[in-house]
C-alpha cells in the first residue's frame, strides 16, 4: 500500500513541556491548519492540549 500524502503521519506533542508525543494521522484537506486535541499526558497524569509538531 503506497504512502498517501493526503493523510500525512504527525506527531502530537503535550504543551505541558512533558515531552510526551503521540503519533496520529490527520486528513489535510479536512485540517489544513495545525491540528489541537485534548488528550491524556500519562507523565503529569493530566489530559492536556497537544499540539501538532512539525
Known amino acids: 500500500m503506497a504512502r498517501n500524502e493526503l493523510r500525512p503521519v504527525i506527531k502530537l506533542k503535550s504543551t505541558a513541556g512533558t515531552g510526551y508525543t503521540y503519533v496520529t494521522r490527520k486528513n489535510r484537506r479536512n485540517?489544513?491548519?495545525?491540528?489541537?486535541?485534548?488528550?491524556?499526558?500519562?507523565?503529569?497524569?493530566?489530559?492536556?492540549?497537544?499540539r501538532e509538531e512539525r
Open 31 to 50: 485540517d489544513p491548519d495545525r491540528l489541537t486535541l485534548r488528550k491524556y499526558d500519562p507523565i503529569i497524569r493530566q489530559h492536556v492540549p497537544f
